[in-house]
Protein backbone atom coordinates (compact mmCIF):
# COMPACT_ATOMS: atom_id res chain seq x y z
CA UNK A 1 0.00 0.00 0.00
CA UNK A 2 1.10 3.68 -0.05
CA UNK A 3 3.14 4.65 2.25
CA UNK A 4 5.05 7.51 3.51
CA UNK A 5 7.52 6.26 6.85
CA UNK A 6 9.42 9.11 8.94
CA UNK A 7 12.18 9.71 11.06
CA UNK A 8 12.45 9.37 14.45
CA UNK A 9 12.06 12.04 17.00
CA UNK A 10 14.57 14.98 17.58
CA UNK A 11 15.61 17.06 20.70
CA UNK A 12 18.22 19.85 19.88
CA UNK A 13 19.44 22.67 20.99
CA UNK A 14 18.14 26.24 19.89
CA UNK A 15 20.54 27.72 17.19
CA UNK A 16 21.04 23.83 15.76
CA UNK A 17 19.62 22.47 12.88
CA UNK A 18 17.56 18.73 12.15
CA UNK A 19 16.87 16.72 9.05
CA UNK A 20 13.72 15.10 9.21
CA UNK A 21 13.70 12.07 6.71
CA UNK A 22 10.28 10.73 4.50
CA UNK A 23 10.65 7.31 2.83
CA UNK A 24 7.99 6.35 0.11
CA UNK A 25 6.85 2.95 -0.61
CA UNK A 26 3.68 1.81 -2.85
CA UNK A 27 3.84 4.03 -5.80
CA UNK A 28 6.94 5.48 -8.00
CA UNK A 29 8.53 8.03 -5.70
CA UNK A 30 9.03 10.25 -8.44
CA UNK A 31 5.84 10.66 -10.32
CA UNK A 32 4.14 11.90 -7.29
CA UNK A 33 5.53 15.60 -5.83
CA UNK A 34 5.93 15.85 -1.53
CA UNK A 35 4.99 18.73 1.20
CA UNK A 36 6.26 19.57 4.61
CA UNK A 37 3.83 20.44 6.97
CA UNK A 38 3.99 21.39 10.63
CA UNK A 39 2.02 21.37 13.57
CA UNK A 40 3.10 23.23 16.67
CA UNK A 41 1.34 21.31 20.09
CA UNK A 42 -2.63 22.71 20.19
CA UNK A 43 -2.39 24.56 16.74
CA UNK A 44 -3.29 24.48 13.08
CA UNK A 45 -1.12 22.62 10.17
CA UNK A 46 1.34 25.12 8.70
CA UNK A 47 2.53 24.60 4.92
CA UNK A 48 6.44 24.81 4.70
CA UNK A 49 7.57 23.85 1.07
CA UNK A 50 7.10 21.44 -1.94
CA UNK A 51 9.35 19.44 -3.83
CA UNK A 52 9.16 18.09 -7.21
CA UNK A 53 10.57 14.38 -6.21
CA UNK A 54 11.29 14.26 -10.48
CA UNK A 55 12.54 17.58 -11.23
CA UNK A 56 13.90 18.57 -8.09
CA UNK A 57 12.08 21.97 -8.04
CA UNK A 58 11.00 23.43 -5.05
CA UNK A 59 8.70 25.90 -3.36
CA UNK A 60 9.36 26.96 0.37
CA UNK A 61 6.58 29.15 2.16
CA UNK A 62 7.60 32.59 3.06
CA UNK A 63 7.43 32.10 6.43
CA UNK A 64 10.07 29.95 6.47
CA UNK A 65 12.24 30.96 3.49
CA UNK A 66 15.77 30.89 3.95
CA UNK A 67 15.85 28.41 7.12
CA UNK A 68 13.95 25.41 5.48
CA UNK A 69 15.45 23.08 2.47
CA UNK A 70 13.97 20.17 0.99
CA UNK A 71 16.03 17.72 -0.64
CA UNK A 72 15.13 13.94 -2.22
CA UNK A 73 16.88 11.19 -3.31
CA UNK A 74 15.57 9.54 -5.98
CA UNK A 75 17.00 6.23 -5.22
CA UNK A 76 15.89 5.85 -2.26
CA UNK A 77 12.64 7.30 -2.62
CA UNK A 78 13.37 9.47 0.27
CA UNK A 79 12.34 13.28 1.23
CA UNK A 80 14.35 15.25 3.37
CA UNK A 81 13.84 18.65 5.59
CA UNK A 82 16.35 20.59 7.19
CA UNK A 83 15.37 23.36 9.43
CA UNK A 84 17.93 25.45 10.51
CA UNK A 85 18.48 28.45 13.24
CA UNK A 86 15.89 26.52 15.56
CA UNK A 87 14.32 28.04 18.08
CA UNK A 88 11.62 26.92 20.68
CA UNK A 89 8.45 28.23 18.56
CA UNK A 90 10.09 25.34 16.25
CA UNK A 91 8.68 22.46 18.57
CA UNK A 92 6.46 20.97 16.78
CA UNK A 93 5.24 17.98 14.86
CA UNK A 94 6.30 17.77 11.41
CA UNK A 95 4.67 15.63 8.29
CA UNK A 96 5.90 14.96 4.53
CA UNK A 97 2.61 14.48 2.78
CA UNK A 98 2.14 13.23 -1.03
CA UNK A 99 0.54 15.57 -3.52
CA UNK A 100 -1.92 13.81 -4.90
CA UNK A 101 -3.97 16.05 -7.33
CA UNK A 102 -1.51 17.13 -10.13
CA UNK A 103 -0.14 20.11 -8.37
CA UNK A 104 2.55 21.80 -10.02
CA UNK A 105 5.26 24.69 -9.87
CA UNK A 106 6.58 25.98 -12.85
CA UNK A 107 7.91 29.62 -13.79
CA UNK A 108 6.34 31.53 -11.27
CA UNK A 109 3.32 29.95 -11.67
CA UNK A 110 2.20 26.76 -8.62
CA UNK A 111 -0.37 25.20 -7.67
CA UNK A 112 -1.15 22.62 -5.20
CA UNK A 113 -4.05 20.11 -4.33
CA UNK A 114 -4.85 17.64 -2.05
CA UNK A 115 -2.37 16.09 0.22
CA UNK A 116 -2.75 12.38 0.53
CA UNK A 117 -1.48 9.94 2.39
CA UNK A 118 1.06 11.67 4.95
CA UNK A 119 3.90 10.13 7.29
CA UNK A 120 2.83 9.44 10.81
CA UNK A 121 4.84 12.76 11.68
CA UNK A 122 7.93 13.23 13.73
CA UNK A 123 8.28 15.39 16.77
CA UNK A 124 10.50 17.99 16.82
CA UNK A 125 11.87 19.78 20.44
CA UNK A 126 13.68 22.85 20.61
CA UNK A 127 15.10 23.00 24.21
CA UNK A 128 18.33 24.01 26.04
CA UNK B 1 -4.30 34.22 12.34
CA UNK B 2 -5.09 31.57 9.19
CA UNK B 3 -5.60 32.46 5.99
CA UNK B 4 -9.19 30.14 6.08
CA UNK B 5 -11.26 30.54 8.97
CA UNK B 6 -13.45 27.90 10.98
CA UNK B 7 -15.26 27.82 14.09
CA UNK B 8 -12.74 26.45 17.17
CA UNK B 9 -15.30 23.90 17.84
CA UNK B 10 -19.39 22.27 17.41
CA UNK B 11 -20.81 19.42 18.78
CA UNK B 12 -23.84 17.48 18.29
CA UNK B 13 -25.56 14.76 19.90
CA UNK B 14 -25.08 10.61 18.15
CA UNK B 15 -27.17 10.68 15.20
CA UNK B 16 -27.79 14.60 14.37
CA UNK B 17 -26.02 16.37 11.93
CA UNK B 18 -23.16 19.08 11.69
CA UNK B 19 -21.65 21.42 9.43
CA UNK B 20 -18.42 22.71 9.69
CA UNK B 21 -17.65 25.91 8.08
CA UNK B 22 -14.24 27.34 6.18
CA UNK B 23 -14.05 30.79 4.89
CA UNK B 24 -11.94 32.40 2.73
CA UNK B 25 -10.86 35.45 0.49
CA UNK B 26 -10.62 36.64 -3.28
CA UNK B 27 -7.10 34.66 -3.44
CA UNK B 28 -8.43 31.54 -2.33
CA UNK B 29 -11.57 29.82 -2.32
CA UNK B 30 -13.17 33.06 -4.07
CA UNK B 31 -10.76 32.11 -7.22
CA UNK B 32 -12.56 28.66 -7.71
CA UNK B 33 -9.52 26.74 -5.93
CA UNK B 34 -10.47 23.58 -4.79
CA UNK B 35 -11.01 23.15 -1.08
CA UNK B 36 -9.94 19.86 0.72
CA UNK B 37 -10.87 18.41 4.31
CA UNK B 38 -9.23 16.23 6.38
CA UNK B 39 -9.55 14.79 10.19
CA UNK B 40 -7.28 14.49 12.83
CA UNK B 41 -7.50 11.87 15.53
CA UNK B 42 -5.62 12.58 18.55
CA UNK B 43 -2.55 11.96 18.77
CA UNK B 44 -2.57 10.95 14.50
CA UNK B 45 -1.53 11.92 10.93
CA UNK B 46 -4.49 13.90 9.61
CA UNK B 47 -6.09 12.10 7.22
CA UNK B 48 -8.01 13.05 3.71
CA UNK B 49 -11.71 13.30 4.04
CA UNK B 50 -12.77 15.14 1.08
CA UNK B 51 -10.91 16.08 -1.61
CA UNK B 52 -11.71 18.81 -4.45
CA UNK B 53 -14.55 20.05 -2.81
CA UNK B 54 -16.67 17.52 -2.72
CA UNK B 55 -15.19 14.21 -3.43
CA UNK B 56 -14.68 11.47 -1.28
CA UNK B 57 -11.43 9.13 -1.56
CA UNK B 58 -12.49 5.47 -0.93
CA UNK B 59 -12.91 4.24 2.06
CA UNK B 60 -14.64 7.27 4.14
CA UNK B 61 -18.37 6.69 4.36
CA UNK B 62 -21.37 9.19 2.66
CA UNK B 63 -22.26 10.17 5.99
CA UNK B 64 -19.37 13.02 4.95
CA UNK B 65 -19.92 15.66 2.55
CA UNK B 66 -18.16 18.87 1.25
CA UNK B 67 -19.58 21.81 -0.58
CA UNK B 68 -18.24 24.95 -1.92
CA UNK B 69 -19.84 28.45 -2.88
CA UNK B 70 -17.96 32.01 -3.34
CA UNK B 71 -15.66 32.83 -1.02
CA UNK B 72 -16.28 29.49 1.61
CA UNK B 73 -17.16 25.95 1.79
CA UNK B 74 -18.66 23.62 3.99
CA UNK B 75 -18.03 20.02 5.58
CA UNK B 76 -21.31 18.17 6.91
CA UNK B 77 -21.15 15.38 8.68
CA UNK B 78 -24.52 13.42 9.12
CA UNK B 79 -25.53 10.48 11.67
CA UNK B 80 -22.56 11.53 13.70
CA UNK B 81 -20.69 8.61 15.48
CA UNK B 82 -18.46 8.73 18.60
CA UNK B 83 -16.06 7.62 16.38
CA UNK B 84 -16.29 11.00 14.22
CA UNK B 85 -14.79 13.29 17.71
CA UNK B 86 -11.62 14.47 16.07
CA UNK B 87 -10.28 18.11 14.40
CA UNK B 88 -10.80 18.85 11.13
CA UNK B 89 -9.33 21.24 8.99
CA UNK B 90 -10.14 22.95 5.29
CA UNK B 91 -7.06 23.40 2.85
CA UNK B 92 -6.97 25.46 -0.39
CA UNK B 93 -4.44 27.34 -1.92
CA UNK B 94 -3.39 30.74 -2.19
CA UNK B 95 -2.53 32.77 -5.33
CA UNK B 96 -1.34 35.84 -3.32
CA UNK B 97 0.89 33.55 -1.50
CA UNK B 98 1.56 31.33 -3.65
CA UNK B 99 1.20 28.61 -1.48
CA UNK B 100 -1.14 25.85 0.32
CA UNK B 101 -3.44 27.09 3.28
CA UNK B 102 -5.16 25.69 6.22
CA UNK B 103 -8.19 26.50 7.96
CA UNK B 104 -7.58 26.85 11.78
CA UNK B 105 -9.51 23.57 12.74
CA UNK B 106 -12.31 22.68 14.37
CA UNK B 107 -12.80 20.20 17.37
CA UNK B 108 -15.74 17.90 16.79
CA UNK B 109 -17.27 16.94 19.90
CA UNK B 110 -19.85 14.07 19.74
CA UNK B 111 -22.39 14.60 23.00
Known amino acids: QVQLVQSGAEVKNPGASVRISCKAS????????MHWVRQAPGQRLEWMGWINTGSGNRKYSQEFQGRVTITRDTSASTGYMELSSLRSEDTAVYFC?????????????????????WGQGTLVTVSS | QSVLTQPPSVSGAPGQRVTISCSGSSSNIGSHFDVHWYQQLPRTAPKLLIY???NRPSGVPDRFSGSRSGTSASLAISGLQAEDEADYYCQSYDSSLSASVFGGGTKLTVL
Open chain 1, 26 to 33: GYTFTNYA
Open chain 2, 52 to 54: ANN
Open chain 1, 97 to 117: ARESGGGYCTGGSCYFSWFDP
